[in-house]
């Protein structure tokens, strides 16, 4: 029985690693085709959202299944309730990947215009955290799932510089105001999938360690 | 043993509509605030959020321990499972109500400007359908579940009735830009409250009919 499980669990970790790299490769799809101004590349990532929510409805089915089953207890109770979790985090990513598509699916055929906010750098920094939380479920590693939390305060502080540049911008450039409404808004998608690496992080840190770390101040972590 | 195990999992249904009144309450006040131009109603959410963050991390305690303890089986686990999923949702809700009551408390000191949207109108049908979501839960109401998910849609058809006018709004009196921005996001976070109340529904179907809602187009389940 043991065995059977231990099998079950390793194929479920498998799934849910997939599921962690086809949503990461939607986020950068949709990044990129805002920087590249690549219509085509938004497109695929607009039309290909099913694969992910029958992606997570399976996982889940997966994790309700093995709980029925088996009834397992200590670290595999906790790995399939944090897969649980992290599924549906990474479906609300898959999510917010479409919306930065629609957004820049619009911005796409608007004229270009020049703004002090670097969203590249964002995209970065937001595509590294959702990356390395995924690392850190793959190789269970905690520093790495702790480091992902920290970054977070930097995606906040990058949104709200953002939003007061966008402010000024459309006091200055009213002709500008839908364009900026729209970056504004990638920006905040930005800033909810790094809320998302970081619960997936909290998951990682919780089937390891079988701590609860989220509301916790994280100079008490490093 | 499945003695101690119903006494616990009733112990456990009280908490978590325990929790679900605490943050309807806090959505409520948050939004009353502004309608009211209560600066005091507005402070108390912001200040309130710390009480919703131990409550989560309490329950979902709890039902770890009810998993390994009693290995539950079909409703029993079923039952857990939603709340585990229940529970994230109603600490998002009281996280987005803490993000209205901010927006809320720096308009109260703006001057009032009047824009053709109906804001009571979309606090009051997204109040309620938290307040219809958590009523699903406590009498295990599958059809008043699908109803909340059916009201989903005007939501966000609210929503973008917002968007449309704030950007109009913006283009004509750039002196406004701030106030309009905090007004679209609050709609916004409206807008995300009732996509919550929807999981909370969607997982309420789950439990009693063991079959997963997501994704599947809603005229399908009247």
Redesign the interface.
């Known amino acids: 029985m043991s065995q059977h499980l231990q099998k079950e669990l390793a194929a479920l970790k498998e799934k849910i690693i997939y599921m962690g790299t086809e949503v990461e490769d939607r986020v950068y799809r949709a990044t990129v085709s805002l920087i590249n101004r690549n219509q085509q590349m938004a497109q695929a990532v607009l039309t290909g959202d099913?694969e992910i929510?029958?992606l997570?409805?399976n996982i889940?089915?997966d994790c309700?299944k093995l709980?029925?089953l088996y009834?397992p207890?200590?670290i595999d109770?906790?790995f399939i309730?944090s897969v649980?979790?992290i599924n549906?985090d990474l479906e609300r990513v898959g999510d917010l990947a479409v919306g930065i598509a629609e957004r820049s699916s619009f911005l796409i055929d608007q004229p270009q215009i020049t703004i002090a906010f670097d969203m590249a750098a964002m995209m970065h920094i937001v595509e590294s955290m959702l990356t390395r939380s995924i690392e850190s479920l793959v190789s269970l590693d905690v520093q790495k799932a702790y480091r992902v939390r920290s970054d977070d305060d930097r995606v906040d502080a990058m949104n709200r510089d953002m939003?007061a540049l966008?402010?000024e911008e459309?006091?200055k450039s009213?002709?500008h105001?839908?364009i900026l409404?729209q970056n504004l808004s990638i920006s905040r998608h930005l800033e909810r999938i790094a809320d998302h690496a970081s619960n997936i992080a909290e998951d990682v840190i919780y089937m390891v360690n079988a701590e609860?770390v989220?509301?916790t101040p994280e100079f008490f972590e490093d």
Do not use: F, T
């Open positions: 099913h929510d029958l997570e409805v889940e089915e309700l709980l029925a009834q207890v200590a109770l906790r309730i649980l979790k549906s939003y966008v402010k459309m006091a009213p002709e105001i839908n409404l609860i989220r509301h």
